[in-house]
């Protein structure tokens, strides 16, 4: 079946810096979305990449989708104390009715 | 508009009891979800429902139970807990495959 990967699983930043979180499918999704957890809450849907190659930004969040619809990632530039919680991937395959298959997240630490 | 909310928010059970968690919501979703989330796993879904008096098998099914007997509720049920059903259980509606709205959480435990 369907299977989602996330790297890292942990991702210790120093406020200031920039970092990459990256999603990889064993099968060509249709979609993909990311949400974001903070510690102790639940998930919220940030955004969803549907075509090939696509590119969004949400401030200093950029989201890609990559050309073959297997693999996605999450870049954050200049991290703040916000950025905090975990990230995670979810991708729908076209005969998954609307199923997503969630990655194990990345648990973003910012060190001020 | 309250969103997706769960019924209880904490529950202690002993191996061999039953509960039932409920889920609301207030915005007219099709499809509803309930998935489970456990340290290093991130979100394994449990059962679905794509409409009302609907619902199937998602990844981790076994052990539970579900109705959907109005549009707007999706209950999950226990029948005879075990101590490796203890995580956090998490309700979730969309529109079709897009995006999901979860409730706050139910975090159960059982001994």
């Known amino acids: 079946g369907q299977q989602v990967m996330q790297i890292p699983q942990y991702q210790h930043v120093q406020e200031g810096e920039d970092f990459t979180t990256y999603c990889n499918s064993s099968?060509?999704?249709?979609?993909i979305q990311w949400y974001k957890q903070r510690p102790g809450g639940h998930p919220v849907f940030l955004i969803q990449?549907?075509?090939?190659?696509e590119v969004k930004k949400q401030k200093r969040l950029t989201f890609q989708f990559g050309e073959a619809k297997k693999n996605s990632s999450l870049h954050i530039t200049a991290t703040q104390t916000t950025d905090v919680g975990t990230y995670f991937c979810a991708g729908i395959s076209p005969d998954s009715w609307g199923k997503l298959q969630f990655g194990a997240g990345t648990q973003v630490v910012v060190t001020p | 508009n309250a969103g997706v909310t769960q019924t209880p928010k904490f529950r202690v059970l002993k191996t061999g009891q039953s509960m039932t968690l409920l889920c609301a919501q207030d915005m007219n979703h099709e499809y509803m979800y309930w998935y489970r989330q456990d340290p290093g796993m991130g979100l394994r879904l449990i059962h679905y429902?794509?409409?009302?008096?609907?619902?199937a098998k998602g990844e981790v099914p076994d052990g539970y139970n579900v109705s959907r007997l109005k549009k707007q509720n999706f209950l999950l049920g226990l029948e005879s807990a075990a101590p490796s059903q203890t995580s956090v259980y998490f309700c979730?509606?969309?529109?079709?495959?897009?995006?999901?709205?979860f409730g706050p959480g139910t975090r159960l435990t059982v001994t």
């Open positions: 099968t060509t999704l249709s979609n």
């Open positions: 429902s794509v409409g009302e008096g609907t619902t």
């Open positions: 979730a509606s969309s529109s079709r495959a897009y995006e999901q709205y």
């Open positions: 990449l549907v075509k090939s190659g």
